[in-house]
């Protein structure tokens, strides 16, 4: 009499196993280490901030003769205010990385805070010089974020402006340029710059004129050279952590 063999219990095939995600101290590492890459001088700041908060704090133990709780309370908002450091550090140089890449200008609204609706491809193209115009829509209305020389993008901003005011009359259009030179932001500087902009929407309105751009048709192919959804700042690393 044949024998049956029971199968059930070993699987033909193994899952394959899940890249595991790194904890948050190794990603601090690996903040640390990008940030010291980029930017050497991050490291000696870190230590004199380190250093300057518990001395102050250890001097301010002994005068009120309580030196222990001092030097326990200076190493912690030392620790603080180092990590703070390598987090403003970490953010610089995250930016350094993607300055001068097409698409970066894109990249740049990646920092942004809830409460934005940002189109991921620009909205337009100068084919030939590769200069673009990406959108944004919030409270304070549609943000166009530049990229390129100011002279060169003035028309792709005058052409889409008018393209939208046709359809909202009633909603502010901002314009930021990105760049260096006078008058431009820094992409490190884009996201704070939009999120300073005065609110003149709510919620539900931002929700409307989002609809109604988007009933204007299909978007603008992406010329050849400008991605960015990989030419993205690493978040974490703005987030110092």
Known sequence: MAKRTDTSSTPSDKSPKKAKKPNGFQQFIQVFQMTRRADPNAVWLMVLVFLGVTAVSLLIGFLLDNWITGLIIGILLGLLGAVYILSRRAERAAFAQ??????????????????????????????????????????????????????????????????????????????????????????????????????????????????????????????????????????????GR
Do not use: C, Y
């Open 98 to 239: 993607i300055e001068g890449q097409p698409g970066a200008a894109g990249a740049a609204l990646s920092a942004l805070r809830r409460g934005w609706i940002v189109e991921e491809q620009p909205v337009a193209v100068n084919p030939r010089t590769q200069d673009v115009v990406f959108r944004a829509i919030g409270r304070p209305g549609v943000v166009l974020v530049t990229e390129g020389p100011s002279t060169r993008v003035r028309s792709l901003v005058d052409g889409e402006r008018k393209r939208l005011s046709r359809i909202l009359p009633n909603v502010p259009i901002h314009v930021i340029e990105t760049g260096r030179e006078e008058g431009q932001t820094e992409l490190r500087n884009v996201a704070k710059a939009m999120n300073k902009l005065k609110g003149e929407l709510t919620k539900t309105e931002v929700a409307a004129v989002n609809k109604r751009i988007g009933s204007l048709g299909p978007r603008l192919p992406i010329p050849k050279g400008i991605d960015p959804t990989r030419v993205r700042p690493d978040r974490r690393a703005m987030r």
